[in-house]
């Protein structure tokens, strides 16, 4: 047996401020645009769905932004959390790599995604927001909110994509015990996901139509806001407690990471624990090897186009300047139901395109290969998001021993799979396939792009 | 918004020792005794089930057993585990009393299991051992022994109740996916399964029938031994790191319990939580009120006879002197599978019978209403056994209010009901009924129950 070699911090390292990596780009990401009249959004243009104060945090340049007290006091329900050293997955692999994961999986809600969550709930109440529209494909980000819905007393509506809806039923249990109200998406309850449904009345919904009806409810009632999980520059503001965390970490164990791997979706857990390591490195710092895995059924950073695009299948949202396969674009269904979105943060985007980091696709069945050893060895077992992850440090592990190098590796474990027991069921049984897409679809999407000046 | 209020000891501070009752109790329990001469086991007759290491523990009356060095390393990845003030709890309650939990689903099974499965992998590696059997109910124990098995690479081989095997594929996955290899109960493997599937081929199992035959396959190997996840004082005694670690906690937080609360299945998880601050009793300390909290469909301490019977159902088990329903008794179905046994620790029996704790017996309903609550307020899903422990907190802070008191409560949050969802979901549908056993049926298994002079 080898040791488990945990790196805790003290519970007043929880960070005391978000760190905003506008601050140190050499250059600002492209505004995001108004759709009908393409010109840059303002305040005015957001304010129907979200509060002032986090519409600042999505506009501004400063470096550090306060953490509210408030929401310090729900972080510390579970952070600061543990950064522990792979020394049994090191093992396995017979490799000289010094293997690091940052673990978020144990939050009430098993991922990431309450960093953001408690902290949108706060912005809201305190802007005197009584009910929260959102929308959620597998439940991480839905069980996020409504948990944060329940502490701060504000209602939550929840459209859930309908394939999830129905598959999931134990992610909607979850969110429901804490109170808050699932919808199958599409829904009869908006004009968007009526539209839909009268195309086709089976349809199974995406994270694309879902947003679009959380929106549209949103607009519609002065009491009401809405929230998104990943991809807005705020969202990424919040989750960057993980990286300052791990930089405190790695401190503690006297190692600095030369490569930093993290799974992409929308963005927001990689650009948690990246972007403060990035910031550091922009500041003069080391310059690091920084990994985004995607997976390769849904590959905005690796096959999308980066060009100015819609959040939604609705098109209700702003134009926002992403790496996106298009807003009509319906990803196969795979079981990283968190990293099933037509496009990329375009903080991550803009990062990707200033050639600060890499990304690279992976097929599920190789991710879960991947969670299996990964559980086996270390004894947590991934959500299949976090598997492409585990199988990029994997890889860069592996590739290591081959070059005979000894490089230090850092990954952020961004969720638990408790939920996701049925992938690992058809894993075992070997009837878990690799999804794809079909090209035609794909160049019909990126055809069909909005045409911006 | 309450604060968070969280208290959290320094990695240094996971036990060093576990603490033993029996040096403290002011009379032994009764000897166990061998089923044939019904005389006093010897450690001989125990060989063939478990290793010396554990056997010495299972009779020892030393104060502190020194917890193995590669054991304090493996429960680092969790321990030292969080203790809670419920403050917003306390808040929905309107209760003057103070109300901490300590709270067990941070392992990587979700439950305290782990606390002893490590250790008990950890002996049986010492000893050689190359496999372990053992029996799961709802999958918590067998779960964390998987855990520990794939940690030390040792096989273990579940007997999983059928009913639970059948009902709860996503914890038989969590098992799997550690390597572990799950039998339904009762199987075909062994005389004890055979037997009872010549009297009814749909059997749906039970606890008793499990232990029969991971007991029977232990037995037949050199390399093979049994381990189990309650009862036994060994185990009981490896999850005392509970209370010496609240202990210290509460310490930190300047209080003092007045009133302890835990369920009991087995009792493994009372015993963990309330054994170290008993202790502190028997030697002279404050005297505080105690609570074993049990299913009124399996009601052991409430309803059972406190007698010599058999642990398992094919009576190949020595007998113990314990609170029992009867080795043939089969509780119904209700969904805190953990605590679904006929009988109860010797060691909790005994000091029940000492007068030193009080028992009470809920139905499920209530303690899925108190589970809810719980969960909104304070964030943390419990797990339908945990709930039981909840419900017994919220009586006891509610009975305080009403008498004007304002008492220190201490309960254990044994697990996380992540793998409990369909409970939930019957739950809030109203589908929840509380299950009941035939009064006859209990006359007849107490009726039967071994006689010993």
Known sequence: ????????????RIPKYWYNLMADLPSPPPPVLHPGTKQPVGPADLAPLFPMSLIAQEVSMEREIEIPVPVREVY???RPTPLFRARRLEKALDTPARIYYKYEGVSPAGSHKPNTAVAQAFYNKE????????????????SALAFAGALFGIEIDIYMVRVSYNQKPYRRALMETWGARCVASPSNETQSGRAVLAQRADHPGSLGIAISEAVEMAAQRDDTKYALGSVLNHVLLHQ????????????????????????TGGGSNFAGIVFPFLGQQLRGGKKRKIVAIEPAACPSLTRGKYAYDFGDTGHLTPLAKMHTLGSTFTPPGFHAGG???????????????LGLIEAKAYHQVACFEAGVQFAKAEGILPAPEANHAVKGAIDEALEAKRDG???????NLCGHGHFDMQAYIDYQAGKLTDQSYSENELAMALAGLPVVA
């Open 76 to 78: 510390r329900q579970w």
């Open 127 to 142: 802007a005197g927001v009584k009910r929260i529209t959102t929308e959620t494909g597998a439940g991480q980000w839905g």
């Open 240 to 263: 960057t407690v993980i990286g300052q965390e791990a930089l405190a970490q790695l401190e503690m164990a006297g190692d600095d990471p030369d490569v930093l791997v993290g799974c």
């Open 1 to 12: 047996m080898d040791e488990t070699v945990k790196y805790l911090l003290a519970e007043e």
């Open 405 to 411: 190098k000894a490089p230090v590796i850092l990954f």
């Open 339 to 353: 990293l099933r979105y037509h496009g990329m943060a375009p903080l991550v985007s803009h990062i990707k395109e």
